[in-house]
Each structure stands twice: as C-alpha cells, then as structure tokens.
C-alpha cells in the first residue's frame, strides 16, 4: 500500500512542478521577451573586422540614422574592446546619441569614456557632450531647475578642466 501511495504522490510532484514551470512561462511573459531578445541579438551577432564596422557607421551617418550609427559604433568595442578604435568608436557613438536626442545614452557613454581614458587627447570632447547633452535637457526656467544646475556644472567644468579648447568657448557661451 506504501508504494502506491508513494508513486500518487511522485507523479502529483511532478505534475505540480510541471505546471508551475508552464505557469511561470506565462506569467512572466515581459521577462521572456527581454532574454528572447537578448537571445536574439547574440543570434544576430556577426563578427566584423573594425574596418567592416567603421564603413556601416559612417554609411549610418551620411544616412542620417543616428541611433543606428550609435549603436553600429558600440558594436567596434563589443567585438574590438582594446583597440585604440574602441576608444574612438566610444566618443563618436556619445556624439551620435546627442544627435539622435539620446542625451541619456550620450552622458552615460561620455561618463563611460572619461572614467575609462582621463588622460586621453579627446576627454576634452567627452566632457563637452555630456554638458552640451545637459544642457539641451533645459526645458524651462519656471520648472525643475535640477537639469539647468546640472549643465551649469558640466559646463564650467569644461571652461575650468579644457579653458584653451574650442570647446571651452562653447561652453561660456551657453553659461552666459
């Protein structure tokens, strides 16, 4: 009689658990689709030498396709991360973020490139599209000011950290 018993029991765990997972399956639908998505970009994944992947970008620019051409230019330090073009791709990808109105996308990729190369030749231009990418942010002087404190800063710390760029006089005329 303990045997049968057991096995009821086996196969009621088993369809319990079996349910579960299909339950699980379908209640979480959004999370499936992000991993389906993610799974689908690694399907996607191409490996391109950075000369097959600097000719798209640039075809992107001269497109206008400014949110393609970031991405295509985030995909030169995916697939090369140490190359001195990954360092370029970086700051041309923030630029093109800025020009798509990305301006998140451009800050966290600014930040991104000057944490990563302080003593960089071109950190004088990652500072200046993270506090120009601020500053568009400015939608009202009668509303939240958090925006217009920030680009205030970004902005004197361009004149302060690069005050003989054309860059820093840019950025004294939009703090005037």
């Not at 057991?6 to 349910?19: I, N, V």
């Not at 970031?70 to 700051?91: C, G, I, K």
């Not at 000011?145 to 006089?169: C, H, I, K, M």
Request: proline content about 2%.
């Amino acid at each position: 009689m303990m045997p049968a018993r057991l096995k009821t029991f086996a196969r009621a765990a088993l369809l319990g658990a079996t349910l579960g997972l299909l339950a699980g399956c379908s209640i979480f639908g959004g999370k499936d689709d992000e991993t389906n998505n993610a799974n689908k970009d690694a399907a996607n994944y191409r490996e391109r030498s950075v000369e097959q992947i600097y000719a798209d970008g640039w075809r992107a620019i001269g497109a206008g396709a400014w949110d393609l051409c970031a991405a295509t230019f985030n995909e030169v330090d995916r697939q090369h991360p140490y190359s001195a073009w990954a360092r370029r791709a970086m700051l041309i990808s923030a630029f093109c973020s800025y020009q798509s109105n990305a301006y998140t996308q451009a800050i966290a990729t600014a930040d991104q490139y000057i944490s990563l190369h302080p003593g960089s030749n071109e950190v004088a231009y990652a500072f200046y599209i993270k506090a120009i990418s601020l500053y568009e942010q400015i939608v009202d002087i009668g509303r939240d000011q958090s925006n217009t404190e920030g680009a205030l800063v970004a902005l004197q710390d361009v004149v302060q950290r690069f005050p003989d760029t054309e860059y820093a006089r840019d950025a004294t005329l939009k703090i005037d």
